[in-house]
């Protein structure tokens, strides 16, 4: 079965640099999580979006910005990339209807690095 | 503040015995309950999960119970094998679209 596609899966920039994470849910899914998983820190909530449009927003940082496009991929842009965003990036989805109960699949992460 | 508790950072088991994982929430719109086990660098996995009209849902070794009076749910897994040791964290969503709330995290090892 199609799982939660992330691209890339490891990434190294520089500080100041931009970044830019994508996410491909399983088919039919119609909503998208980010979350940022910092060493030995348990997964921090991002933003989620729902049919293309953000349904909720957690600790995001400023300098990031994320879209749900029309095939309901997913991209968040990191800019003005600091030390502590390196970090393991989880983007998660969900297929929401009348019986949602949240549960989410996961991919199977994007690792950041930045130097 | 956190939502979501895990207060024992690890567990250690011996195999074939039974491993317990508690998880205490405070969030009274929490509706539906989940756990997730993850590997090192591999995104959280689905376990089990429970809905708030339920105390109890079982998936072969795994259990789930859920006191909603003590808002606190906790889970059961008998026996215990070397392959379930991993990072088990608790979740909490209010359902709709809304975030799913994660706790902090057990890591559990289970002693061959």
């Known amino acids: 079965a199609a799982g939660v596609i992330q691209s890339p899966r490891h990434l190294i920039k520089e500080k100041r640099e931009t970044a830019t994470l994508k996410c491909y849910p399983i088919?039919?899914?119609?909503?998208v999580y980010w979350y940022q998983q910092g060493p030995g820190q348990d997964p921090q909530f991002l933003i989620s979006?729902?049919?293309?449009?953000?349904?909720d927003k957690g600790s995001i940082p400023d300098r990031f910005s994320a879209q749900q496009f029309s095939d309901y991929h997913s991209e968040l842009n990191m800019s003005s990339l600091e030390l502590g965003d390196s970090a393991l990036y989880f983007c998660?989805?969900?297929?929401?209807?009348?019986?949602?109960?949240?549960?989410?699949?996961f991919g199977e992460g994007s690792r950041l690095t930045v130097l | 503040d956190q939502q979501v508790k895990q207060n024992s950072p690890s567990l250690s088991v011996q195999e074939g015995r039974i491993s317990i994982l508690n998880c205490d929430y405070t969030?009274?719109?929490?509706?539906?309950f989940l756990w997730y086990k993850k590997y090192p660098a591999e995104g959280p996995t689905f376990l089990i999960s429970?809905?708030?009209?339920?105390d109890k849902n079982e998936d072969g070794r795994f259990t789930v119970f859920l006191n909603k009076s003590a808002k606190h749910l906790s889970l059961h897994i008998v026996p215990s094998q070397p392959g379930d040791s991993a990072v088990y964290f608790c979740?909490?969503?209010?359902?709709?679209?809304?975030?799913?709330?994660f706790g902090t995290g057990t890591k559990l090892q289970v002693i061959p």
């Open positions: 998660a989805s969900s297929l929401v209807g009348g019986d949602n109960t949240g549960e989410l699949f």
């Open positions: 088919p039919r899914h119609d909503t």
């Open positions: 979006f729902y049919e293309k449009m953000q349904s």
């Open positions: 969030n009274s719109m929490f509706d539906y």
């Open positions: 429970i809905s708030s009209i339920k």
């Open positions: 979740a909490a969503s209010g359902g709709g679209y809304q975030k799913v709330t």
